[in-house]
């Protein structure tokens, strides 16, 4: 496994591990636990998903393939409930791990037999490429709230113009010195002037029979 610069040893986490071998299971317990790490096992991925329900671990290890519930279903069980942890994934059909790749938790993937470097190496990965993850969906996230915002000023902006017969420049900074005396946001003020014309036109509907 490469990685473009050193990796930072990431202790102390609670990792949940799955996997119907009992051989695998103990190995995966005791050279995490001697890495500093809080490890709960389950053998299948049932009890896996009702620990991480309960739980909420820093890392999922887990078989892709299990009897029952598989490793890949216990994640997405677990996204659909909002558990959303950074997963790496073990299995002796790599074909199998490269399109569990798609899945959004699924950060690492390593393939049986499993080398005690590269499971430590996996999981410092996994953790590593999890925050950026949510670094990137939040900064996705403020990003559309930002453009949703814009869209809402620039709506009651364009409202203000046609009712006040003002420019666009003085629409602004009327918007601008109501919403400070209102002691509000803009975008605030921007939505309360679109329900508000909204609101008109439903009442201009109305009167005139439409």
Known sequence: MKTDQPLKRTNNLRI????????????????????????????????????????????????????GLTGAQAVDALNQVGVLAPVVLITGHPEAATNMEENSCVMA???????????????????????????????????????????????AKGNVMKRLRVDEDEAYRRL?????????????LARQIIAADEIYQQLDRQQHGH
Do not use: W, Y
């Not at 925050?131 to 709506?155: G, M, N, P, V, Y």
């Open 109 to 155: 993937c390593l393939t049986k037999p499993v080398k005690p470097v590269d499971l430590l190496a996996a999981v410092d990965l996994a953790m590593k490429r999890f925050a950026q993850f949510r670094r990137a969906a939040e900064e996705a996230a403020s990003l559309r709230q930002a453009l949703e915002d814009r869209k809402a000023i620039e709506r």
């Open 176 to 188: 601008q010195r109501v919403a400070s005396e209102r002691n509000a946001k803009l975008v605030e």
């Open 16 to 67: 949940a591990v799955a996997d119907d071998e009992t051989d695998t299971r103990h190995f995966l317990r005791e050279i995490l636990g001697h890495a500093g790490h809080t490890v709960f096992d389950a053998p299948n991925g049932e009890q896996l998903v009702e620990h991480c329900r309960s739980a909420r671990p820093d890392l999922i290890v887990t078989d892709l393939r299990m009897p």
